[in-house]
């Protein structure tokens, strides 16, 4: 069986385009760019929980490093460097080979560079961790949504959620909705651009990960204030919009996560500037409501009513 | 049970020192020096493979950090920053609880600050990624060792190796050896200091994770030289001293991983330096042979003839 050294070599070694020393030593070595600030992320994706055992390698790679591409666009800042740790059952160079394949194919989009990492045996576990920059004061934390900004959405909500829930027999899906659902759970792009477009713009972001109602909720609770989100404005996935009186299909909607679009807030004087990055990057960003001041978060239907909000997120141990 | 976020909320969000904006949002901030280059490491620690399942939480969490303070140290770099990656699986608050006292204790005593991470569900797994910071251009690579170059290695060695082997009833040992050798395997001591204070003068270090003779063929090879080293002038462990004649003795101190101590070159120029680093330091520094031109690493007994070594490293997948 190939030692770790050469599995390290064969498969994670590829040549770096801004980093001054790679994978190889104690410690990668890099040189920030004087002005910027230091966005630093991780993630940890767990067979099982995460993903399936049985997953496409190529897919897990790029997913592995598109949520944390996805967390670098919720602070406005450009991806630059990333480690990978990886815990495998058994060195299988197929495996290997195809996961290393989708992890180098979305990082070179990104212009990402693989700095270091650790190779290990153990239950399936892939760690990576992600560094990007962005200018000095300018990062889109969650904390700075102010009374009267718009709540916005990117793209599209709940085809990853539905392709979950198609997968685990809770709904049941047309093959053409799997087909088209399945790329938002297994390959989610980063809303990278969107990202660094919206520094000086947005006032808050985070990235919808646990659901458009959790997330939305840890802004409201960094920055101590309420939400109003108008319903009927979501950006609904196209196979959920006819199903919409069902209560699985709403709680995709609402609390399906994964799909990694990004939420963020803008004050109304800068509306028409959202729309035309929305233009620009052929991205629909939608506006879904408003900040208030106050706290809490209310959901109103089509008449301005209340709604009652089911499950609001996602707990990884709940 | 407690969600992800009390969790995190609970035990792993402390003061940070030196961060614009630590854990809580998609990413952490932190301005790098100026002048500064960022060094990056990261380490994955698997249950059963690196630790016993059932090891006391508080010297894991101790060991989880120090692996990686050793990487910054093996590149002359000041640790600075620090993210964690926990798979558990359970929530099991007194295990939070005593891991997280070990970490952040050896986290103030280093002044590094938690970052941020993440929290999941699944076979227990600890993921550390570390940053510290280096005057650019200075990082004590492996490959700058040169021909002539003592070698030299800080402390002793042997006794992790030892303890584990008493611990897998490899190697038996009376119970204060036991008690004098356990603190290397569970608590290691990083050679932080030494690493800063070896900036400028040595050419090339590597920290003593996977045993002294594969560690510094590692030098070797990256740095196209070939070493002698005089198996009699190695700073074995006192509790080897009077068994080196046991093969299995001599495999803890030639391949015995886990003592994180460091292994580094120099010109002899330098020698008196080293040694008043020692003296600063009180820490034991010892000159263990000579770096040559070629290739391979020769181990010379008394006499100056080669010995034969045997098993030369860990192998994570071997």
């Keep these: 069986?190939?030692?770790?050294?050469?599995?390290?070599?064969?498969?994670?070694?590829?040549?770096?385009?801004?980093?001054?020393l790679g994978v190889g030593d104690d410690a990668a070595l890099l040189r920030p760019t004087p002005g910027m600030e230091l966005a630093v992320?991780?993630?940890?994706?767990?067979?099982?929980?995460?993903?399936?055992?049985?997953?496409?390698?190529?897919?897990?790679?790029?997913?592995?490093?598109?949520?944390?591409?996805?967390?670098?666009?919720?602070?406005?800042?450009?991806?630059?460097?990333?480690?990978?740790?990886?815990?495998?059952?058994?060195?299988?160079?197929?495996?290997?080979?195809?996961?290393?394949?989708?992890?180098?194919?979305?990082?070179?989009?990104?212009?990402?560079?693989?700095?270091?990492?650790?190779?290990?045996?153990?239950?399936?576990n892939l760690c990576v961790q992600i560094m990007g920059e962005v200018p000095a004061g300018m990062a889109l934390r969650r904390s700075g949504a102010k009374p009267d900004d718009e709540i916005w959405v990117s793209g599209h909500l709940g085809d990853a959620a539905l392709a979950l829930a198609h997968l685990q027999r809770r709904i049941e899906l047309a093959p053409e909705a799997v087909a088209a659902c399945l790329p938002a759970?297994?390959?989610?792009?980063?809303?990278?651009?969107?990202?660094?477009?919206?520094?000086?713009?947005?006032?808050?972001?985070?990235d919808i990960s646990d659901g458009l109602l959790a997330d939305l909720s840890h802004i409201l609770e960094a920055s101590g204030v309420a939400a109003e989100v108008?319903?009927?404005?979501?950006?609904?996935?196209?196979?959920?919009?006819?199903?919409?009186?069902?209560?699985?299909?709403r709680t995709c909607l609402l609390a399906g996560g994964d799909d990694y679009e990004l939420c963020f807030t803008a004050p109304p004087s800068r509306h028409e500037e959202v729309m035309a990055i929305s233009r620009e990057l052929t991205l629909p960003l939608t506006a879904i409501g408003m900040i208030r001041s106050g706290t809490g978060l209310r959901l109103l239907d089509a008449a301005g009513q209340e709604m009652k909000t089911g499950a609001m997120g996602f707990d990884h141990f709940a």
């Design 1 to 20: 069986m190939p030692s770790e050294f050469d599995l390290i070599r064969r498969y994670f070694t590829r040549p770096t385009r801004h980093t001054l």
């Design 41 to 124: 992320s991780t993630d940890m994706l767990v067979a099982g929980k995460h993903f399936f055992p049985g997953d496409d390698p190529r897919k897990l790679g790029h997913k592995a490093l598109a949520v944390n591409l996805s967390d670098m666009a919720a602070m406005g800042a450009t991806p630059r460097w990333v480690t990978l740790s990886l815990a495998l059952p058994d060195a299988d160079e197929d495996w290997l080979k195809g996961f290393a394949e989708g992890f180098f194919e979305i990082a070179q989009t990104y212009s990402v560079d693989l700095i270091g990492g650790d190779t290990t045996c153990g239950p399936l």
């Design 185 to 206: 759970l297994h390959t989610p792009v980063p809303r990278v651009a969107l990202g660094e477009a919206l520094v000086g713009i947005a006032h808050s972001a985070i």
């Design 230 to 249: 108008r319903f009927p404005a979501l950006p609904a996935s196209i196979f959920l919009v006819a199903r919409l009186h069902e209560e699985a299909a």
